[in-house]
């Protein structure tokens, strides 16, 4: 049975930075994703198995890094620079293949999700 569980979300004003994190059962090609209220849930950035490349959504390329490390299963999401539009409910997700997958259909696996909230 494969777990996430993701912390560190929280409030934080416009210009700010967080740090998500995602505790896994084990290594796997990894992402986030969000989903802001009333909204799909879209791609945030993913990594491979081998965490050697990584690949980010255009509106967050360049102000947010995604990381991993596998003595640790853990994966994180470094965010800076947040903007009110980046408002959302934050998914870890795992998949069984070992490349990069962009795609909510890509991924097998969901953590509960933790919030993100930027003030204005």
């Known amino acids: 049975q494969v777990q996430l569980v993701e912390s560190g979300g929280g409030l934080v004003q416009a210009g700010g930075s967080l740090r998500l994190s995602c505790a896994a059962s084990?290594?796997?090609?990894m992402g986030w994703f969000r989903q802001a209220p009333g909204k799909e849930r879209e791609f945030v950035a993913a990594i491979s198995w081998y965490r050697d490349t990584t690949t980010y959504a255009d509106s967050v390329k360049g102000r947010f890094t995604i990381s991993g490390d596998n003595a640790e299963n853990a994966l994180y999401l470094q965010m800076g620079s947040l903007k009110p539009e980046d408002t959302a409910v934050y998914y870890c997700a795992a998949r069984s293949g070992r490349v990069i997958g962009i795609k909510t259909s890509d991924y097998e696996y969901w953590g509960q999700g933790t919030q993100v909230t930027v003030s204005s």
């Open positions: 084990g290594q796997y090609a």
